[in-house]
């Protein structure tokens, strides 16, 4: 860099209006490069609104033929409309691109391009502003000293609000300038959290970039310790496949999967900054809600419920079903008019092998039988002299005969009655998993009392998985054009099918840490999980910065590695943030009041806080902080300036972030779940939720693993 960020609310820096690499000196604000990139804002801003009034003048009263393209035609529009929207707020370019010869801007040759959410240009079409994703901003986020791609100078634009206070330059072909780490990135990283999480458009890194670019025909998997920017990628990456395959996206249409919904309702604003607003976004649980989930199943039964092993004791049940025909009376006869065509038993049952042995849906072979056995009777009539058309064919396929022993032979499987079956009936369940599953795994995932029927069943998350396997050997799942799925590690194989299926014919970014998972299940390898997903040669990428965690906190946190992933090396940190950590033992009698005052002490700074506690640790949490007085959300609920505190069960912990973190008794995190290992993970996930700083507060001795004489108090 060739200087910090110049700022108006910062004393180190000029006011605005002082150009950031002549004379410090204070300059006008009307004056100036500053006042010069604030009037291509202001033109910016004013040719944005002309856009969205033209696309609000349109009239399509004749434009289409018929009502249902009209309101095609409107509806994208209206999305249109919507997409043009100035955000007060958000910055409409955050950079600048000097190149020192003219290159291809969205069609428009040039040397200048400002670098921005979303294209903005004149009324004579030439671009004001060019859309971050277009292939001329690449060199915003890649160019370096040693590959500049052809730019003299990028500058990037410091705003505060809407208002473009300061900028800052890097001349790229200077050898004599050098390589600072940006005063604008670093003050981004810092600006206090509040609210939901933001777009990070304005500083990808380039190692976050190359994830986001990567083409659409590929699945791309990043492994990445907490806070390298997993999640912010992978939905950036979706906003970059929408922008270029716009068309065959919208057709096939993207889907972001997270763990839960307070999760969802934490980045669902990300995507509508960057003006994408059709992303659906859902759990697994919502992919797969065939039968309502109201039941829990102990952690073996989960696990083997799980394993990808149940999908081959599904499919050998489904297909038990079918019937072979053997006996000669099995044979079908259909009568046309005054004749009698016979299909002997030998022909029919050749035809169920071969449908049996071809990689089919089950429900797709149960349509093609009849038709099968109808053109069998038509081969018949054809060598008898007759000349049967289609017709004939189609309705020796739906006739009395061939229907009934299609029934007898193919039956039509309800999806939940075989799950059910399958978990109720011992002898059943036994058929099937002879080989599979062991008699002790088969006892685990069995009803201890089977319930009645589908209605009264109890189901857990694991069964609808298994249904919604079931279902899709009988009819295929429709497939999306690209799937994120976020927090991956934690899915079990079964989930990774089920999500899988739903990318069957696209692609999919899975973002995770293998250290982060806290499912019994968990990824031991995203070789095995990725092959589960369906796509075993996706590429896997690691990101190692750390973005979100001071440096002191992900150290103390990565003391925890060598026991819940010893493959996994520490995640680096780009922030120092010197008394970051802070570890207080207090008597057991008083630690509701004292996790109440750091709360309290914590608020006393700008942005969010969360304190984090074992699940059941909440309630008598809830009561230390109401006796405080202190008001408190539920994790999902947005943080305002009037209400900054969240208070997180440690099972929500995952994903989300706050400026300070209280952490209360880690003991209780790691006891809370059924195994050390799980609960150590559990704890590495709330002690890395931190941007500014945590402080832990505990009664009971910490876990070994965390504590060591080292650890700074305080
Ligand atoms: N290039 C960047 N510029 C600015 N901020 C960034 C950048 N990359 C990541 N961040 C910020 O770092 C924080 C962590 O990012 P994110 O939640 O995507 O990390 P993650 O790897 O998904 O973490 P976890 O494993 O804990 O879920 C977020 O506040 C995000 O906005």
Redesign the pocket.
């Known amino acids: 860099m060739s200087a910090p960020a110049r700022s108006s609310d910062d004393p180190a820096r000029p006011a605005p209006g002082a150009p950031a690499d002549g004379p410090t000196a204070l300059a006008p604000p009307d004056s100036g490069p500053l006042a010069a990139e604030r009037a291509h804002l202001a033109a910016s801003r004013a040719a944005l609104r002309a856009m969205r009034a033209d696309a609000e003048a349109l009239d399509l009263s004749d434009a289409a033929a018929n009502w249902v393209t009209a309101e095609t035609l409107r509806a994208d529009v209206r999305r249109r409309i919507a997409s043009l929207a100035d955000l007060s707020g958000t910055p409409l370019f955050f950079g600048r691109l000097d190149f020192a010869r003219p290159v291809d801007g969205d069609g428009e040759y040039g040397t200048r391009f400002y670098i921005g959410r979303r294209h903005v240009h004149d009324a004579g079409g030439d671009p004001m502003v060019i859309d971050w994703r277009a292939p001329v901003s690449q060199p915003f986020y890649r160019a370096s000293k040693k590959d500049p791609l052809g730019v003299v100078l990028r500058r990037r634009f410091g705003y505060d609000g809407g208002e473009l206070t300061a900028y800052e330059d890097e001349r790229l072909s200077d050898p004599g300038e050098e390589e600072r780490v940006s005063a604008l990135?670093r003050r981004?990283?810092e600006r206090p959290?509040v609210g939901p999480?933001?777009?990070?458009v304005?500083?990808?890194?380039p190692e976050?970039d190359e994830i986001v670019r990567a083409g659409l025909a590929g699945t791309v998997c990043?492994q990445?310790?907490?806070?390298?920017?997993?999640?912010?990628?992978?939905?950036h990456r979706v906003a970059y496949l929408l922008y270029a395959h716009r068309e065959r996206l919208a057709r096939s249409g993207t889907l972001v999967v997270g763990p839960n919904r307070s999760f969802l309702r934490y980045i669902e604003q990300v995507l509508p900054a960057l003006g994408e607003l059709e992303v659906k976004q859902a759990t697994v649980g919502e992919l797969v809600a065939h039968v309502e989930v109201r039941g829990t199943d102990s952690p073996a039964a989960a696990t083997v419920k799980g394993d990808a092993r149940m999908a081959r004791v599904l499919r050998r049940a489904l297909r038990s079903g079918v019937r072979v025909p053997e006996g000669p009376e099995e044979g079908v006869t259909v009568v046309r008019g005054s004749r009698r065509w016979r299909i002997p038993a030998h022909e029919i049952a050749e035809t169920v092998r071969e449908l049996l042995a071809r990689d089919i849906r089950y429900g797709a072979a149960r349509e093609a039988l009849p038709q099968r056995i109808a053109h069998a009777v038509l081969v018949r009539m054809e060598r008898s002299g007759e000349a049967p058309d289609d017709r004939v064919q189609a309705a020796v396929a739906r006739s009395a005969p061939v229907k009934a022993a299609v029934k007898e032979i193919w039956p039509q499987v309800d999806p939940v009655k075989l799950v059910l079956r399958l978990l109720s009936d011992a002898a059943f369940l036994a058929e099937h998993a002879e080989g599979l599953l062991t008699p002790e795994e088969q006892r685990a995932v069995l009803w201890e009392r089977p319930p009645r029927g589908v209605k009264s069943a109890r189901w857990s998350a694991a069964d609808a998985v298994l249904i919604d396997e079931a279902r899709d050997l009988v009819e295929r799942t429709g497939s999306l054009g690209h799937v994120v799925l976020?927090?991956a590690q934690d899915l079990s194989p079964m989930q990774y099918r089920a999500v899988g299926r739903r990318c069957g014919t696209g692609s999919a970014t899975v973002?995770?840490?293998l250290a982060?998972g806290t499912t019994p299940w968990a990824a031991r390898s995203w070789e095995a999980a990725l092959s589960h997903l369906g796509k075993p040669d996706a590429v896997v990428e690691e990101?190692t910065t750390?973005?979100?965690v001071p440096r002191e906190v992900i150290d103390y946190a990565s003391r925890l590695l060598p026991a819940i992933a010893p493959g996994l090396s520490p995640a680096g940190s780009v922030r120092e943030a010197a008394g970051s950590l802070r570890v207080r033992r207090v008597p057991g009698a008083g630690l509701g009041g004292e996790v109440a005052a750091a709360c309290r002490e914590a608020l006393g700074r700008e942005g969010s806080t969360g304190l984090i506690a074992a699940d059941e640790r909440v309630p008598v949490l809830a009561g230390a902080l109401g006796a405080a007085g202190l008001d408190w959300l539920a994790p999902g609920e947005e943080t305002s300036a009037r209400c900054r505190l969240t208070l997180v069960p440690a099972s929500l912990a995952?994903?989300?972030?706050y400026d300070w973190v209280v952490l209360e008794e880690p003991a209780a995190v790691v006891a809370g779940e059924p195994d050390r290992r799980t609960g150590l993970r559990r704890l590495y996930?709330a002690l890395?939720?931190a941007?500014s700083g945590l402080t832990v507060v505990h009664a009971e001795s910490l876990p070994a693993e965390l504590d060591s004489p080292s650890a700074s108090r305080g």
């Open positions: 990135l981004e990283i959290r999480m933001r777009d990070i304005a500083t990808i890194q976050q990043v990445g310790a907490p806070g390298t920017g997993k999640t912010a990628v992978g939905l976020d927090e973002l995770g840490d982060q990101l750390g973005f979100r995952k994903g989300l972030e996930v890395t939720r941007v």
